[in-house]
């Protein structure tokens, strides 16, 4: 019995100590830095290549201003970037890019730019 009652206080003080998903938990977002924002660029330099080679948009990477990655149903990243347009114009944008590799055409890419409606293009791993 008092062992009994010993594992429940110390699944008890686990649960109330761990951090709850949304707050820096397991599934929250988590800012890329160092080499991982390498490999964060070369996610989106992969998608940007993928929809060039189709309908487009059509964008260069100038910077990533900033990007985080978050486990969901798959993987989102998310990325504060500076783009180049076909045109040589620079404009900061939003990209979203959810990865669901088993669908079909199932990388989602959203583009969020300024004075411009946002745009959602799908593509396959």
């Known amino acids: 019995m008092f062992v009994t009652k ?3 206080l110390s699944t008890a003080c686990v649960l109330v100590g761990a951090t709850p998903q949304g707050f820096g938990g397991f599934g929250a977002p988590q800012t890329v830095e160092g080499e991982d ?3 964060a660029q070369e996610v989106l330099q ?3 290549t993928k929809l060039d080679d189709g309908e487009g ?5 100038s910077r990533i ?3 985080s990655t978050q ?5 989102k990243d998310v990325y ?3 783009l180049i347009d076909n045109f040589g114009a620079t404009k900061v944008c939003n990209v979203d890019i959810w990865s669901r590799s088993w669908l079909p055409n199932g990388i989602q890419v959203t583009f969020d730019c300024p ?11």
């Open 6 to 8: 010993i594992l429940l």
């Open 37 to 39: 924002l390498v490999k």
């Open 46 to 48: 992969a998608s940007l």
């Open 57 to 61: 948009p059509h964008y260069r990477i």
């Open 65 to 67: 201003l900033s990007a």
């Open 71 to 75: 486990v969901v149903a798959g993987n």
């Open 80 to 82: 504060s970037v500076e």
């Open 115 to 125: 004075n411009e409606p946002k745009l959602v293009k799908f593509h396959s791993a």
